[in-house]
């Protein structure tokens, strides 16, 4: 039994490592392992067998493994500490913002505003600041939520006890301790460095976070002042003026004092704020200046007479730095939200200043005398509206204002209603309105409404000013574009293909409902009644609305954006078929494929049209599986009576891209010939050479027979049948008649003239001529031509053209002689013939 199991153990122990080879060879052919996980397998061997021989009581790749993952965490915090925690601009500007704040409550607590517009701008100083706050406290937070994250990070490796451990080896120990001792100093340094900086923001957190505390109670008391005002407004506010209360606390200089030092502060806070918008308004002004001068300058240098152009655009071409600045002035205050009064006046000073210098160039001197005294009034009108307080005095000068302003209105009423042709559109109208309002100004200061007298009185003459700044603004556009079209009309841009008289009954249309919205808006800011309209229209078209007892649901708003989109896609569709049609005509230049490549401008119509419609529906958040529902409903509106139409609208498309026909080709469908001028979506456009205009549907151009002449080419053969007399000589006709043809510059040398000869009739040999004239348009002229040319040189070479004409023969047997003998009737009556036999011949 020993010997058995002696000779058995060594062939078990051989057997054992075959297999294990053979298994070994079996992992490596069915998987090869990479270097990472043969690395790993051999480490985690190395950690087996060192636990097994207990040479150390803990893990030397856990050690490892941890410094390394602390190393790269350390680094990580390094780089967001450097990067990611700026605050500078934060600490630099937050001073001011409390600064702002307690200069804001001493204007609430002091001010006695006289007009809405000064607690608006103060509202908006506190809204921007709020907006301002929370992008500071939000960024705050996010900074803040990183050092926190930061601190576990470090709090957790400071209490990491593996770490105090130390390897029993002398050489891991020594290696485990030098890497130990820089992560701690890593971690020390960290440690201090996010405390401070947590500290340091946590202080930036509460200063933020007061200050946004004091604006929002400051906006509640602006906001109570607004609704107090509105009331107060509208009520008998003051006594009436021969009860004027001469015992009130506020003087004219203490409200002058007032007023000066409130509007300072206002107007140094607008400086600093919105400086892009500061740059978008001096942009304005010198770009428009610019390309107005230069276009004056290139109509100077090439036209020999400009003074025609510049007589029909006086305003740009004679006075360009005016015509800019009612440009820029105009519009340039519209882009800034809630500008104080201050401000607004002294753009308005400027824009009014600009206007009465340009009538008093250009218009009658008896406007520029009214316009004139106005303006005075007018700028009285803008002081007293600064004031911050009423006092008694400014009551009066309003007052005065009003009358004044009545009287000389109504003495210019007197002028113009004597000759209002002389005068701006609408005038009459205007003055009437304007001195309506002057009159309830005047009666709302006599019984006491001193601060509703105020804005009636600044709104009606502010908004006669914005009128006439608007009248003007349209033309100096209009006569801009003028000038650019003219200056650019030997060019090859694309300025030079515009029709201006198309342009300006388009686009003069456009400008003046822009304007009169801008004119509206202004109205609104000088009412002080913009934020009120504004919230109220938002509301309007911002409410859900439920379409019947249905749950499908919409809003105003989502309605007009999509109307608005479709409307735009329509006019970009519009736009870009008039380029390719202006570019057509624009001269013989432009070679005949060029032109008939304008058929697809219906493809682009198609494409911008069905962009514009799925844009309009994802702007307008229409829900996109309402969409099944419409073509559902399109296509029952199909089977029931849109058949012709939808087969008008695919043969639509088959004609823009199999292109049988294009815009210019020369067709005849149904016995009509003409010139195709439009394809359109549902039908197409046909000239025809007695003036009229075809409308033919898509359709009949697919489903009917249509020849095209110009399809490949703009060539047409011609064919002349010429008759000549019996008995002249054939072959010198055909020699005449191929001289004649060839050699022309208006026939085409390949194919060649032929000439024929065709048929032998009753009076005369005809001749077959077949020419090709190179353009189908000039085809009639040119028969014409040959024609003319025949009959000269047939005359010339005495070749004669016959004629139809007939003999008549008659032929009566003895009988019939007889009777006529005896019959026969006196002088001047007829005699009667029987049995006649007339033959015709010809000759």
């Keep these: 039994m020993n010997k058995v199991l002696k000779i058995a153990a060594p062939l078990l122990f051989l057997f054992a490592l075959f297999t294990a080879d053979g298994l070994g060879q079996t992992t490596k052919k069915g998987k090869k392992l990479s270097v990472r996980d043969s690395l790993r397998q051999t480490i985690l061997r190395r950690d087996s067998m060192m636990r097994s021989l207990k040479k150390s009581d803990t893990s030397i790749n856990g050690l490892l493994q941890k410094i390394e993952y602390y190393t790269s965490s350390f680094n990580q915090i390094k780089t967001s500490l450097s990067r990611n925690i700026d605050t500078v601009d934060i600490s630099a500007k937050l001073p001011s913002f409390e600064k702002r704040v307690g200069m804001i409550k001493t204007l609430i607590d002091n001010d006695r505003s006289s007009t809405l517009r000064y607690l608006y701008a103060i509202r908006d100083i506190l809204t921007r600041s709020d907006d301002q706050l929370d992008i500071w406290q939000e960024r705050l937070a996010v900074i803040n939520s990183k050092l926190i994250q930061n601190q576990n990070e470090l709090s957790a490796m400071g209490k990491d006890s593996s770490l105090k451990m130390v390897p ?74 021969w009860e004027m209360d001469r015992n009130t606390e506020s003087t004219f200089r203490t409200a002058l004092s007032k007023t000066v030092n409130m509007n300072t502060r206002l107007l140094t806070f607008f400086a600093t704020r919105d400086p892009l918008i500061h740059f978008a308004g001096i942009l304005i002004l010198v770009l428009f200046y610019t390309w107005i001068y230069s276009n004056r300058r290139k109509l100077l240098r090439i036209k020999e007479s400009p003074q025609t152009v510049f007589s029909h655009a006086k305003y740009v071409s004679f006075y360009p730095v005016v015509s800019a600045m009612i440009v820029a002035f105009a519009i340039v205050p519209n882009f800034y939200d809630h500008p104080p009064v201050v401000v607004l006046e002294i753009f308005f000073t400027v824009l009014i200043a600009s206007l009465l210098y340009l009538v008093g160039k250009t218009c009658p001197q008896q406007l520029f005398k009214y316009l004139a005294l106005l303006f005075c009034l007018t700028c009285v009108y803008s002081f007293s509206n600064l004031f911050v307080e009423v006092s008694n005095t400014d009551r009066v000068i309003v007052l005065l204002l009003a009358l004044a302003t009545t009287f000389i209105t109504v003495r210019f009423y007197r002028v113009v209603k ?90 003069r249309s456009i400008l003046t409902v822009l304007a009169s919205l801008l004119w509206l808006i202004m109205l609104t800011q000088n009412l002080s009644i913009e934020d009120a309209v504004f919230d109220y229209i ?306």
């Design 168 to 241: 029993a080896d002398s050489a891991l120990a020594t290696s485990f301790l030098i890497q130990k001792i820089a992560i701690d100093s890593k971690y020390k340094r960290l440690d201090t460095t996010n405390k401070k900086l947590l500290l340091k923001i946590g202080s930036l957190q509460n200063r933020a976070t007061s200050v946004y505390i004091a604006l929002i109670d400051l906006r509640d008391q602006i906001d109570l002042k607004i609704r107090e005002f509105s009331i107060s407004a509208l009520s008998d506010e003051n006594n009436s003026i």
């Design 538 to 843: 938002q509301k309007f078209l911002t409410d859900t609305r439920s379409l019947g007892g249905t749950n499908t649901q919409f809003t105003f708003q989502s309605i007009i954006i999509f109307i608005a989109v479709i409307w735009l896609s329509s006019v970009a569709a519009k736009i870009i078929s008039y380029l390719y049609d202006v570019a057509g005509k624009s001269g013989s230049d432009i070679d005949i494929l060029k032109k008939k490549n304008r058929t697809s401008t219906l493809l682009i119509k198609l494409a911008v049209f069905a962009v514009g419609f799925l844009v309009a529906i994802t702007a307008s958040g229409f829900p996109l599986d309402k969409i099944t529902i419409i073509i559902s409903a399109f296509g029952i509106g199909i089977g029931f009576g849109l058949q012709n139409i939808v087969n008008n609208l695919v043969s639509g498309l088959i004609l823009a891209f199999e292109k049988p026909i294009q815009i210019g080709d020369i067709i005849e469908v149904d016995n009509r010939s003409g010139t195709i001028m439009e394809i359109g979506i549902r039908s197409s456009k046909i000239a025809t050479s007695d003036g009229a205009e075809v409308i033919i549907p898509n359709g009949d151009l697919i489903s009917h027979h249509v020849i095209n002449w110009t399809l490949s080419n703009s060539n047409r053969r011609i064919e002349l049948i010429i008759g000549v007399a019996y008995g002249s000589d054939i072959e010198k006709v055909k020699t005449i008649l191929t001289n004649l043809l060839c050699g022309r510059t208006d026939i085409m040398e390949t194919p060649a003239p032929l000439v024929f000869v065709h048929n032998l009739n009753q009076s005369s040999v005809d001749f077959r001529l077949l020419f090709w004239a190179a353009d189908i348009t000039t085809w009639l002229s040119l028969k014409s031509h040959i024609l003319s040319d025949i009959y000269t040189i047939f005359a010339k070479e005495g070749i004669e053209i016959p004629f139809p004409q007939s003999d008549i023969h008659v032929k009566m047997d003895d009988k019939v002689t007889e009777t006529a003998r005896k019959n026969t009737k006196p002088p001047g009556e007829e005699a009667q013939v029987t049995n006649t036999d007339v033959t015709d011949t010809g000759i």
């Design 418 to 507: 004597n000759a209002p042709e002389d005068y701006l559109p609408h005038t009459k109208t205007i003055l009437r309105i304007f001195i309506i309002l002057l009159v309830i100004s005047a009666l709302c200061n006599i019984f006491g409404r001193v601060t509703l007298s105020k804005i009636i009185g600044v709104t009606a003459v502010y908004n006669l000013w914005l009128a006439l700044g608007m009248y003007y603004l349209v033309q100096i556009i209009m006569q801009s574009l003028f000038v650019q079209l003219e200056a650019n009309k030997n060019s090859n841009n694309l300025s030079s293909f515009i029709d201006f008289k198309m342009l300006q009954t388009k686009f």
